[in-house]
């Protein structure tokens, strides 16, 4: 039996490791990190930003966890996020992906599920 991308990223564990790691890499990466700084100064809604993003990719990676957030439309809408950020913001993701030691084959499974959000997240 084939083990799920949830698992294989360590659960809700392993995944609340690489969104800290994103957020962190978001935060200094210069091309976006003026999107992230200001909640530097806001950790209780950091804190439900990064509560919403592991329920997102535990829910869409097989685990157990349930969704109750907005959807990416929704959510995105009004940011008017260009193609290069979103290209800054998959990197950060692969960079903590590599950091906490996420095989290749996972990796290119997250790759297609950011690669599924794209049109729903850009330009909004």
Do not use: C
């Not at 919403?52 to 969704?67: E, L």
């Amino acid at each position: 039996m084939k083990t799920t991308l949830y698992e294989r990223l360590g659960g809700e564990e392993g995944i609340k490791l690489i969104v800290d790691d994103t957020v962190t890499a978001h935060m200094n990466n210069p091309a976006i990190s003026a999107r992230f700084l200001p909640f530097k100064d806001k950790p209780e809604q950091l804190a439900v930003i990064k509560k919403h993003t592991v329920d997102f990719f535990s829910a869409g990676s097989g685990g157990p966890a349930h969704y109750g957030g907005k959807d990416m439309v929704m959510t995105h809408t009004g940011m008017n996020i260009s193609p290069g950020e979103y290209l800054h913001v998959m990197d950060d993701i692969f960079i903590a992906l590599d950091k906490n030691s996420i095989s290749e084959d996972s990796k290119t499974e997250v790759l297609a599920i950011l690669w599924s959000l794209k049109d729903m997240i850009i330009s909004k």
